[in-house]
């Protein structure tokens, strides 16, 4: 899947990746891209919920060797 941003929140626990997702996805315009690497636990629950919340829509979450990537698009 094609992003328009690549956010790396490797290594940081929550609120961290949602913080920094917020943040990076609030410099983009609707309709774009936001794509997410995670390796907290957390992140599984929290990032769809956030972006649930936010108004965006989450295209496609992913798990591979321990790194949770989430495709984000801005609503």
């Given at each position: 899947?094609?992003?328009d941003?690549?956010?790396?929140?490797?290594?940081?626990s929550?609120p961290?990746?949602?913080?920094?997702?917020?943040?990076?996805?609030?410099?983009?315009?609707?309709?774009?891209?936001?794509?997410?690497?995670?390796t907290?636990?957390?992140?599984?629950?929290?990032?769809?919920?956030?972006a649930?919340?936010a108004?965006?829509?989450?295209?496609k979450?992913?798990?591979?060797?321990?790194?949770?990537?989430?495709?984000?698009?801005?609503?």
């Amino acid at each position: 899947m094609q992003a328009d941003k690549v956010l790396n929140v490797t290594g940081l626990s929550c609120p961290l990746p949602v913080v920094r997702s917020k943040k990076a996805i609030d410099e983009m315009v609707s309709g774009q891209v936001l794509e997410i690497h995670a390796t907290d636990k957390g992140a599984v629950k929290d990032i769809p919920a956030w972006a649930k919340s936010a108004g965006h829509v989450l295209l496609k979450q992913t798990e591979e060797e321990g790194v949770y990537k989430f495709w984000v698009q801005k609503g």
